[in-house]
């Protein structure tokens, strides 16, 4: 009997450790988990919040070099300068809504210091980033440079004018005509031309007349006209972005957008909601890409294969968008409307601001 009850003690101790040890680790168990689900909380956010020019201006595009330092043009003959991601603003020309100037509408920089605005018919120029000169002569159609002192532009019937001293003079080098297959009948005909896109020092496209890509490979020396296959519908072009020499994204009227990988020789529909009237498409590298008009904001961040598309209620429509880096952008837009994109510390809150998806880290980045 002594013997009996002995061993149901040593037995009910046994237990007892057993259950204290397994509460022990349940509890331990518990605490790992709720320490890991502390840990994967995030701990910054993307957001949108305003840095306003604050005068009662519309501007019409914007062009970032950097994360900080960028330019805004704007009616009134404005251009604005920051260097400090728009916390400040600098009018280096106009900045007064009640003074006459050219409605400058579109922006150029190849560096920090060499930048080009435009009007319709005209021309500035700056070569320290802050100062700016009009360019001589009626300059029509948007300029594009491939250096401080190498650019080229669209204008009339096809024709393509190229300058090699920063603008001051320009020189045709191409006429465009297209010989194509229409309703079955073969037609010649002029091309109009206006967007380009250099994605190497030599390999450049221009666009613009449906179905056609006119393309040069000896840095626009010489150019060449490939013909797209006959479509249903509107085949206008309004933009172009090439990410490499022959990888690239073109926007049709209605916001269609076209993808090419054997350097324009053939085209392919994207499923995207674009803004439906003249958006632009711009890469910050070869995997987050933007297009951004009104209140639609599409982005990739897959080199262009998958787009996703929000409404984004700014205080006004935007009109122009710059793309600096995959985390930092900027969009522009009637009465002095500046909106910054960014990442921020997550419980981080400013006026006016708007919470966005944050595009995903460069590979490698921490």
């Known amino acids: 009997m002594r013997r009996f009850v002995l061993t149901f003690v040593l037995v009910l101790c046994g237990m007892n450790f057993t259950f204290a040890q397994t509460q022990h680790a349940v509890k331990a168990s518990q605490q790992s988990t709720s320490a890991g689900q502390k840990t994967s909380q995030p701990k910054f956010k993307a957001i949108w919040e305003p840095v306003n020019y604050k005068e009662d201006l519309s501007l019409f595009d914007v062009y970032f070099v950097s994360k900080e330092e960028g330019w805004v043009s704007g009616a009134s003959g404005t251009i604005l ?106 037609q010649e005909k002029d091309c109009d031309l206006e967007s380009f896109s250099f994605p190497t020092a030599t390999v450049g496209y221009a666009v613009g007349e449906e179905r056609v890509t006119v393309k040069t490979e000896d840095g626009g020396a010489t150019w060449h006209v490939l013909v797209g296959p006959e479509e249903p519908g509107d085949q206008r072009v309004y933009a172009v972005f090439f990410l490499d020499a022959n990888t690239g994204y073109e926007v049709r009227a209605g916001g269609k957008l076209k993808r090419t990988t054997d350097g324009g020789q053939t085209w392919q529909g994207v499923i995207a909601q674009l803004d439906t009237t003249y958006p632009k498409v711009k890469f910050a590298d070869k995997e987050v890409g933007w297009s951004c008009l009104g209140s639609t904001w599409a982005y990739t961040v897959d080199g262009g294969k998958h787009w996703t598309t929000r409404q984004i209620h700014f205080p006004t429509g935007v009109t122009s968008f710059s793309l600096p880096t995959r985390d930092r952008g900027y969009v522009v837009g009637d009465h002095g409307m500046i909106y910054r994109y960014r990442i921020v510390p997550v419980d981080y809150t400013a006026k006016g601001m708007i919470e966005a998806p944050a595009m995903p880290p460069a590979a490698g980045a921490q």
């Not at 809504?97 to 009007?119: C, I, N, S």
């Not at 024709?159 to 020189?171: L, P, Q």
């Open 81 to 186: 300068h920051t260097k400090d991601g728009g916390t400040t603003w600098t009018a280096e020309l106009g900045g007064d809504p009640h003074a006459e100037g050219p409605g400058l509408k579109h922006l150029f920089f190849a560096d920090a210091t060499h930048g080009w605005a435009q009007a319709w018919n005209s021309l500035f120029r700056t070569t320290d980033g802050e100062s700016w000169q009009q360019v001589t002569g009626d300059i029509r159609g948007d300029a594009f440079f491939v250096s401080d002192l190498k650019g080229f532009r669209a204008y009339g019937t096809g024709k393509i004018s190229a300058t090699t001293d920063g603008g001051e003079n320009w020189k045709d080098v191409f006429v465009c005509r297209a010989k194509m297959e229409v309703n079955g009948l073969t």
